[in-house]
């Protein structure tokens, strides 16, 4: 299965280890961390992120701030909103998503099924 990449907002420390090892238990790798909330939409755009995790304090400010954090980096990523308390998650996801896939061949045809484009892994 294709790695997970993820961009991880500034946080308490144990908040952070926890988003670190489920990360990388998933399997996935924290492309980014500790990224300032002003840095967010640009780290984005930077790095094609697969999800981008922070505090709803830094995700959630205006609608244009998460739309640029769902399709900043080029494709759609997903947003997780961690509560402050990071009992709750809120997950933003662009919805509905369609891609054309032109030439159907079993390997396109399971990136799909994966989520991933067919260059993407």
Same mark, same amino acid.
């Given at each position: ?9 500034? /946080?308490?420390? /144990? ?6 090892? =489920? ?11 500790? =990224? ?6 640009? $780290?984005? +755009?930077?790095?094609?992120?697969? =999800?981008?995790?922070? $505090?709803?304090?830094?995700?959630? *400010?205006?609608?244009? @701030? ?7 980096? *080029? ?18 996801? /662009? +919805?509905?998503? =369609? ?13 799909? /099924? @994966?989520? $991933? *484009?067919?260059?993407?892994?």
């Amino acid at each position: 299965m294709a790695e997970i990449r993820v961009i991880q907002g500034e /946080m308490p420390a /144990m908040l952070a280890a926890i988003v670190r090892d =489920v990360a990388l238990a998933a399997p996935g790798r924290i492309v980014a961390a500790a =990224v300032q909330p002003a840095k967010l939409i640009a $780290t984005v +755009a930077a790095l094609h992120p697969d =999800v981008v995790i922070g $505090t709803e304090a830094d995700i959630i *400010g205006d609608e244009a @701030r998460l739309e640029s954090l769902l399709c900043g980096g *080029g494709r759609p990523a997903r947003v997780i909103a961690l509560s402050a308390d990071g009992r709750a998650a809120r997950l933003h996801h /662009m +919805a509905p998503h =369609v891609r054309v896939i032109e030439d159907l061949s079993p390997e396109a045809l399971l990136a799909a /099924m @994966r989520g $991933t *484009g067919p260059s993407d892994g």
